[in-house]
């Protein structure tokens, strides 16, 4: 069983920047671990991913040219920087790890384990 655990979240003013960071428990690492989103009454959206050696990513729109996605293999843990934060941006933001599935890298499903979330909250 893998564990993922999601922290950094919390309130922040428009314009501000934050830094999620995904620490799992298991060293059997993925093959791509993403960050997804959700706002109240919403799906669960895409927002970026990262290949196992750092050098492939991928944002969803909401995401390019504000967001960074990074890992450190050697401590198990991959980061969101955020930047330019948006009220729009306000969600719980989750990590997935995807290790078994081989679907879309921008889509939920194609994920096999989750975080607990984080809530991120963009005030004006």
């Known amino acids: 069983q893998v564990q993922l655990v999601e922290s950094g979240g919390g309130l922040v003013q428009t314009g501000g920047s934050l830094r999620l960071s995904c620490a799992t428990s298991?060293?059997?690492?993925?093959?791509?671990v993403g960050w997804f989103r959700q706002a109240p009454g919403q799906e669960r959206h895409f927002v970026a991913a990262?290949?196992?050696?750092?050098?492939?990513?991928y944002y969803g729109d909401s995401a390019k040219g504000r967001f960074t996605i990074s890992r450190d293999n050697a401590k198990n843990t991959v980061y969101l920087q955020m930047d330019s934060l948006e009220s729009e941006d306000t969600a719980v933001y989750y990590c997935?790890?995807?290790?078994?599935?081989?679907?879309?890298?921008?889509?939920?499903?194609?994920?096999?384990?989750w975080g607990q979330g984080t809530q991120i909250t963009v005030s004006s």
């Open positions: 298991s060293r059997t690492w993925s093959r791509y």
């Open positions: 997935a790890a995807q290790i078994y599935n081989d679907g879309s890298l921008y889509a939920a499903r194609s994920y096999d384990y």
């Open positions: 990262i290949n196992w050696g750092g050098d492939s990513r």
